[in-house]
């Protein structure tokens, strides 16, 4: 099993920039694929980006293509989630998801993830 700790979240003003990290533990030897989520009130949780294990795949959904960027160190057990310029629609409660299924793809479903971190808040105020 993976362990998710995530963190970086806060409140900051439209334009502004945050990172989150999710720290990784457990069974971080095998190979595993990481979403990062995000859930509105009242909303159902959408990937927002994801990456593979090597990272050599990347998807963004579309509302934050060109503002987000995914990355991951490995040899820290760490994904990022660098969020640039921010708007109001961005608050949400984010969470990263791990998967070992497909760990050299990134996948969309909610469902295809079997680890979650408790999620961290991002709220951006106009």
């Known amino acids: 099993q993976v362990q998710l700790v995530e963190s970086g979240g806060g409140k900051v003003q439209a334009g502004d920039s945050l990172r989150l990290s999710c720290a990784a533990s457990?069974?971080?030897?095998?190979?595993?694929?990481v979403g990062w989520f995000r859930q509105a009130p009242g909303k159902g949780r959408e990937l927002v980006a994801g990456i593979s294990w090597f990272g050599g795949i990347t998807y963004y959904t579309d509302s934050v293509k060109g503002r987000f960027a995914i990355s991951r160190d490995n040899a820290k057990n760490a994904v990022y989630l660098r969020m640039n310029s921010l708007k109001p629609e961005d608050t949400s409660a984010y969470y990263c998801?791990?998967?070992?299924?497909?760990?050299?793809?990134?996948?969309?479903?909610?469902?295809?993830?079997?680890?979650w971190g408790p999620g961290t808040q991002v709220t951006v105020s106009s």
């Open positions: 457990g069974d971080t030897a095998t190979a595993y694929s």
């Open positions: 998801a791990a998967s070992q299924r497909s760990p050299n793809t990134v996948l969309k479903g909610e469902r295809d993830y079997d680890y």
